[in-house]
């Protein structure tokens, strides 16, 4: 959780070690809820929840032309290696301090190229279909540390583009949980954005040009009902709430909206 100060500057110390690299890089994940309401909404007053792992996207681009990759960079710095099979030396997964996952994340057909020559490869990269859409449609943001009082400029996804590719394969999580906070994630979205009405506007736009279209039957199938299987996982997800009279309908109302836009 993002509250918690000690995960929150290893955070910053991540994008220090990757700072050359940032402009190749788009911040996906949860950590999102922590520089949207921060850094895009101007939101102060929301509280965001976040995973303690830390993901980047890869997009299949061309990457620049750098001294060392990434793997090179942060293997030679405070970087615990995790081998993902006991048998082989590599791929592996690095945790900053021993404590925070960085992962990097592509769509399915990066070419090795960019493995290569940008991340490394040594590193994991995990592979997902549809990702690309994310880093098609991204923004950059300015993410200050105030202790440093040090700017980073970060590529993030578009909100709209980032709950819309969550509605689309939020159902191709491998547990309920993974699924379960997507679409906490898309919601959290639809209740803090200042400008929800433009975000369900750019939603409709991606739906007419025939991106993702499959986001449209998942949605349905979990959010038909008050009752239904979104609204409970979400409700369970966000936890009690003193600030929504009734967080089962609110969920409902906010993702019938959001159902609508893709008509």
Known sequence: MVNNADIEAIFFRVLDDLEEYLGELTLVGGWLSYVYPKFVWNNLNVNPVTTVDVDFGVSSDKPLIHKQTIFQILSSRDYTERHLSMDRMYPVVLFKEGKVRVDFISGMDIPREVVERLVGSQMSISRLKDFDFILDHRIKVNVENKKSRKTYALYCPRPAAYIYHKAATFVEREDDLKCAKDLFY??????????????????HEFFKAGHLPQAAGNLKKYFERKSGRGCLMVDKENGPDGFVEDLRTDIFERFSALREQLL
């Open 186 to 203: 898309i919601y959290f979205v639809l209740r803090y954005a200042p400008d929800v009405a433009d975000l369900l506007k750019e939603v």
